[in-house]
């Protein structure tokens, strides 16, 4: 395939007449792994969401997987998705209804199969090789809403995986969980990055959640894109400061970067320094 | 029993099933109010067709129209579109269209027995000739989810995870939609609009508690509203009581038992 995996130039988005995104021009090469880093309502979902096809920008041009969005009907549009595979923060369904975490898994195979085909015996096969490889084969009878948080994630990721995407986007996909699932999860990520020919976009509001492989960092603030580069051009605690709009110091550990506020008031009102 | 009754039971049996299969997707969506909506755009279509005059024969393509006028838009609306909750959306607008139907029973002229059939139905009403259209309908919406029930179950789980891996969830939605219009209206005569609400929802949870698997949540839901509808209406034989009354009550009597069986099916699983 030429070209980068995800372009976008002159992109703006308007949303009840106010612009939530504009960008010049951002691309994502193949096989890249992008950290989208900002603060809440900086765009980084209607980002993603164009990135996914499940948006089309007001104005500019969105190309993704070659394709400009703007320019596929819905049907088109719908097509293209079955070659992205997203992974939401968690998944806000009735528990009651009893859905296994094979039958989860095997979700992401209903769109690339299309529309009156059954699931097959290949469909079936990935369904098994991807809870093998993420490690949920024991789990698999069990009910999905009985899974911790992690494990959830760990399915919605195979559930992505399945669909075998050029394109894997991730919308902070640890947010919810407790610290040892976060740490896992960061760790199956830059597993499957590197044993994959997946190009991945990961949004986070927190800078220690991307993996050390993540070779590019998009920061944004207000709609727009602040700085971009390698995580070590971007996580300067100027720019991290500028972003978050607090005084940021930055902490590298195991090739991670971790964005700490600097200072927080103390009890008295003082300011307490807190790393 | 008088033989006349035969079709009436086989009504309840078919009509019974055709909700209980609709209300899994509909309760598993959690958006319930969906069903109270379409059938009361059923309703008003039925109750415009007659205050304007028409015939018998035009009230349930009237209402089956206006049900799925009413549940197409319906299922194109996604929350994030229109900034209002989906279910909250449906709460105004059950209220305008239970407001358009009391309207049109208001200003009717004519005699009120046919509405009241709509609006309370028996499955006394029911003829002979009801049985084969409410049969087909119910063959159609099974058909339609044993075609589309991958997609079916994928928005289930998540109708944005489904548009965002590449199914055609808006086509398989409507199509769903226009059945469940259908299904509405063909059996407003029997349970009428006001109560077929709980033949859509009350089995529907129940099965949740029961299955243990999608497809056996589609085969008890309809087994449950098929034998919430016989039983219902047996009862109301029996006991001289309001059919519809008595088949909403035989329902929420399954749903108490299934959520009863699940306590203490997760107390000896668990002990």
Known sequence: MTGPAIELSGVEVIRGGKAILRLGRLAVEHRAFVGVVGPNGAGKTTLLSLCAALSTPTRGEARVLGLSTGRLSAWGRANLRRRIGVVPQRVDYYVDVPLTVREVVSLGRVGPRGLLRRLNARDREMTGQWLERLGLEKLADRAFRSLSGGEQQKALIARAMVQEPALLLLDEPASNLDLDSKQRLVSLLAELYRTTSVTVIMVSHETGLLPDCVNHVVLMRSGEVLSTGTPGEVFTAADLSAAYGCPVEVVRLNGRFHALAASLPGPSGREGKIA | ?271
């Not at chain 2, 998540?158 to 969830?169: N, T, Y």
């Not at chain 2, 109560?195 to 999608?214: D, G, H, K, T």
């Open chain 2, 1 to 271: 029993m008088d033989p006349y009754f035969i079709p009436v039971m086989l009504t309840a049996l078919v009509g019974g099933a055709g909700t209980g299969l609709l209300g899994v997707q509909i309760v598993g969506m959690r958006i319930p109010l969906l069903g109270v909506v379409v059938s009361h755009a059923a309703m008003v279509g039925a109750v415009g067709a007659h205050v304007l005059g028409l015939s018998s024969e035009w009230l349930l393509p009237c209402a089956a129209g206006a049900a799925m006028l009413g549940a197409i838009p319906l299922g194109a609306l996604r929350s994030q579109d229109t900034r209002i909750d989906t279910n909250v959306l449906m709460g105004v607008l059950f209220s305008l269209t239970m407001g358009l139907a009391f309207l049109g029973i208001g200003l009717s002229q004519r005699e009120q027995s046919t509405l009241l059939g709509i609006l309370w139905g028996s499955l006394n009403f029911v003829t002979v000739r009801d049985l084969p259209v409410i049969t087909a309908t119910v063959l159609a919406l099974a058909a339609f989810i044993a075609a589309f029930h991958k997609e079916l179950r994928t928005i289930l789980f998540s109708r944005e995870l489904a548009r965002a891996g590449g199914v055609h969830e808006a086509a398989v939605w409507t199509g769903y939609l226009v059945l469940t219009g259908l299904t509405l209206a063909v059996n407003l005569n029997a349970v009428g609009g006001l109560m077929i609400f709980s033949l859509l929802s009350n089995p529907a949870v129940a099965a949740a508690q029961l299955a243990r698997s999608y497809l056996g949540m589609l085969i008890w839901s309809a087994s449950l509203g098929a034998a919430s509808a016989l039983l219902g209406f047996l009862a109301a034989y029996a006991l001289g009581l309001p059919t519809g009354a008595s088949i909403v009550l035989t329902s929420s009597t399954l749903l108490a038992a299934a959520f009863t069986w699940r306590s203490f099916d997760t107390a000896t699983s668990n002990g």
